[in-house]
Every structure is written in C-alpha cells, then in structure tokens.
C-alpha cells in the first residue's frame, strides 16, 4: 500500500476549513471583484448557450450553474461580500440581498448540476437536448436576468 495513498484517502482526517466569505473593506477591491464576476457570468453563460448546439448538451446546465453563481456573488460582491463557497453563495442572495426565490432556483439548478456531473451514464439524447434546452432559456437566463436588475437597482 502506498503510504500517501493511505494516509491521505483511506484514513480519517480532521481539516480545518477557513471562512468562505469574507467582508470586503476597500472600495476599489469591491469595484474589482464586481466586475470579475459580471465577466466571468457573461463569459461562461456564452459558453452554456454554445452547449446547448453541441453533442454534450447537459453540460449547458452544468457550466450555466457557474455562471449563476458567478452572477449571484457579483450582487453580493456589491452588498460587501466576497463569497467563495456554493452553499454561502445560496445562503448569502436569500439572507444577505433578500432573494429567497433566486436562491432556491440557484438551489435546485446546484441539485441539477450535481446529478449531471456524476451520472456516471451520460450520453447524448434528444430528451437531454431539450431539458437543456429548457431549463438553460426558462431558468438560467431569467435568473441571471433578474440578478442584473438588482444590480441596476442597487447602482442608481
């Protein structure tokens, strides 16, 4: 037996996890992330809607979580947060910015996203196209829609 192999896999283990969210002070760094964020959901929503035309599409739905997420923490970036963890980003848009409903859809596409990436089965069915396909055009692009407009909100 490999002695890394099982210390570091088969034998339990405490670990000490830092904060994932920290308070953002400087005005510049929040201004920075803001547009990181924006960026990055824009980037990889593009790249969700390309999927959707591919012979993988479910990986629309997993790669246009992402963009959710990138999406949730720009409006949470601007209400002073820097989020890096999935479950404090759902935490932070229903308790932080109010968002109960977003964050339950950000919730249920997470679950979506989970049971994709470890189907273990995946092939390419027109059933899976046109889940995609639905649940990237009615629940991932009006989510992130939703989000824009609170951040228009917030910025006026």
């Not at 904060?19 to 593009?46: F, G, R, T, W």
Request: aromatic share 6%.
């Amino acid at each position: 037996m490999d002695k890394e192999f099982e210390e570091k896999c088969l034998s339990k283990r405490t670990a000490t996890q830092e904060p994932s969210v920290s308070a953002i002070a400087d005005e510049k760094i929040m201004e920075s992330l803001v547009e990181q964020h924006k960026n990055n959901s824009e980037y990889i929503l593009e790249g969700s809607k390309n999927l959707l035309n591919s012979t993988t599409p479910l990986l629309a739905i997993l790669i246009g979580h992402f963009a959710m997420e990138h999406k949730a923490n720009q409006l949470l970036a601007l209400n002073g947060y820097k989020v890096e963890s999935h479950f404090c980003t759902q935490i932070g848009l229903s308790r932080i910015a109010g968002e109960k409903d977003l964050a339950k859809t950000l919730s249920s596409i997470f679950n979506l996203r989970q049971g994709i990436g470890y189907r273990m089965a995946l092939k390419h069915t027109e059933e899976d196209k046109k889940m995609a396909e639905k649940t990237v055009n009615e629940k991932i692009i009006p989510f992130m829609e939703e989000i824009d407009k609170l951040i228009e909100e917030k910025s006026l």
